[in-house]
């Protein structure tokens, strides 16, 4: 699979000059990217069967239906909810209650479209989630380390001093919510909030995840207590777990947002072929350009 | 194509795209979910975490907490009152007539009352038990190793697992459960007759159940009436090694 331009540094720097095409994801970047993609939804979605199993979160040590929980989607007199702390919500429709009522034997936390399998079955749901997480860990782990290796994580997703300062910051989050993104010599390489979201995903978010996941295995726990006592006991990584996913969902929304906003066929383009058209250098009468546009 | 974010036409495609995505990944999902091929392809992840488990802790302890740990009530699961007219016999007379059987591929099988079993060296450890469902529970439990009744009964060549056969049914189906002998000589696998102190509840599976400390819940056989030592599994009920594994398609190896 290797070609010439996977020894290639990420980002070239290119002539500035036109619109021109740049070498911009390496081989490792966009396969992980689509395993990712793959295992990320098989992940969430047989994550949300075997959560109706028990819809509700504690925090501690332990945690049973006598216990006192932070979270709870249930139903009563036929109305869905949702409550968090002392806040309910009425949910019928989408959690709590949904979907063929009086065909499904029980009323689901989770409904079904949002689910695999579709109809309730735990054993399914664990036999996919068991499955995919090696995907994801093992994805995670090799990517981290390709990344080190060849220095993306140090060279293209760590913040340079400079990003991290208050005013660059800001000034990336202006651009950003006035959809002005770079374009020239800057769109060669990831802006700060990317650096920072990537990163986040990268190194705390899916990292979170998998040890979350692994302090809920009553197998896992006897060589890692440390670990679960550090998260605040098997429940507590349960919630963990469940709140980091809901985290993880946000990033993919903003992710695609973006991805559509700066013009997704060139975006989904190069994280395929790994070549990305950057535009030159937006000049002032070209401001009210469109993001993205090529 | 124009490649412009306010475009209403790639708007509309895209948000159909998603639909239709969204609902293709799902019946997809559950087509694959049908497919035995599909499916034995995901249970590449059971035994992936099995050998993993015997890998990187095979002696390793679960945990243990402290008194204060200890849920205030610990709920019960599945069978809280066994139906058996024998089981009812037993509950009568309080377990005076109740024999658990240890035979098999074992070379001194054994039968032993509850005073027996109680005036074998004893482990109080306090544990967590983790349902399948995500709920835990916390309780003191108390009662002899396993490793000590198979020692007493001598395991012959060729037995692997050991086999629990149990007093209640679900679904008109005999509860049992099976381990490897990792678990069953692991310092851990007791047969608990106490919980927090007290005579095992019913609830709880009095008089014996299995405590398997680094398996799920379902592992934990309650209302123990027999124990065998086999060399297989695949000639025993459903053959999957397990009530729920046969019924419901449960993991047999449940420490994940």
């Known amino acids: 699979m290797a070609t010439v331009a996977d020894d290639e540094p990420e980002f070239q720097t290119p002539p500035a000059v036109g619109r021109r095409k740049i070498f911009r994801h390496r081989i490792s970047t966009r396969l992980w990217h689509w395993v990712n993609v793959i295992a990320f939804f098989m992940m969430v979605m047989s994550g949300l069967m075997i959560f109706n199993a028990h819809p509700r979160l504690y925090w501690g040590k332990y945690g049973a239906n006598f216990d006192h929980a932070w979270l709870e989607i249930s139903s009563h007199d036929q109305k869905g909810f949702l409550r968090i702390g002392s806040k309910t919500f009425e949910t019928t429709g989408v959690l709590g209650i949904s979907g063929k009522q009086g065909v499904q034997s029980r009323p689901t936390a989770f409904p079904g479209w949002a689910t695999i399998p579709s109809n309730y079955n735990l054993a399914d749901g664990r036999l996919w989630h068991l499955f995919f997480a090696w995907v994801l860990a093992i994805g995670l782990i090799a990517y981290l380390l390709v990344s080190i290796w060849n220095r993306h994580l140090q060279d293209e997703v760590a913040p340079t001093r400079e990003e991290l300062k208050p005013g660059h910051l800001w000034q990336d989050i202006k651009d950003h919510a006035r959809l002005h993104f770079p374009t020239g010599e800057a769109a060669s390489r990831y802006n700060i909030l990317q650096k920072l979201s990537y990163g986040a995903v990268l190194l705390v978010l899916l990292p979170l995840m998998v040890l979350t996941g692994l302090c809920m295995s009553p197998g896992a726990d006897p060589w890692l207590p440390w670990l679960v006592d550090i998260l605040g006991g098997r429940q507590s990584a349960r919630s963990i777990h469940f709140i980091t996913m809901w985290v993880l969902l946000g990033f993919f929304l903003v992710h695609i947002a973006m991805v559509i906003l700066a013009g997704p066929i060139n975006e989904i383009g190069s994280m395929i072929t790994g070549r990305y058209a950057i535009k030159p250098e937006r000049s002032p009468s070209a401001e009210t350009d469109d993001a993205g546009q090529p | ?256």
Not at chain 2, 14 to 34: F, K, V
Not at chain 2, 70 to 93: D, I, Q, W
Not at chain 2, 168 to 177: L, S
Not at chain 2, 212 to 237: C, N, T
């Open chain 2, 1 to 256: 194509m124009p490649d412009s974010p306010d475009d209403p036409f790639r708007r509309r495609l895209m948000g159909g795209l998603g639909a239709g995505g969204a609902s293709l990944l799902l019946g997809g999902c559950d087509r694959l979910n049908a497919s035995p091929t599909f499916r034995s392809i995901l249970s590449l992840g059971e035994s992936a975490n099995y050998g993993a488990q015997r890998a990187l802790g095979r002696k390793a302890l679960a945990m243990e907490f402290s008194a204060r740990d200890v849920s205030p009530f610990f709920r019960p699961n599945g069978t809280t009152m066994p139906s058996g007219a024998e089981y009812r016999k037993h509950l009568a007379t309080n377990f005076a007539n109740w024999r658990l059987r240890v035979d098999g591929l074992v070379q001194r099988p054994l039968d032993l009352s509850l005073n027996a079993l109680r005036s074998l060296p004893q482990r109080t450890q306090i544990t967590r038990h983790d349902c399948v469902e995500g709920w835990s529970a916390i309780g003191q439990w108390t009662g002899p190793q396993l490793s000590h009744l198979l020692r007493a009964a001598a395991l012959r060549d060729g037995a692997r697992y050991i086999v629990f056969y149990c007093a209640d049914e679900i679904g008109g189906r005999p509860y049992y459960e099976s381990i490897d002998l990792d678990d069953a000589f692991h310092p851990q696998t007791i047969l608990a007759h106490r919980l927090n102190g007290k005579p095992l509840p019913v609830m709880n599976g009095a008089p014996v159940r299995l405590r398997v400390e680094r398996q799920l819940g379902y592992k934990h056989a309650k209302f123990v009436m027999r124990i065998e030592a086999r060399s297989r599994l695949d000639d025993l009920f459903g053959g999957q090694g397990g009530m729920w594994e046969d019924s419901t398609g449960y993991q047999w190896y449940a420490g994940t």
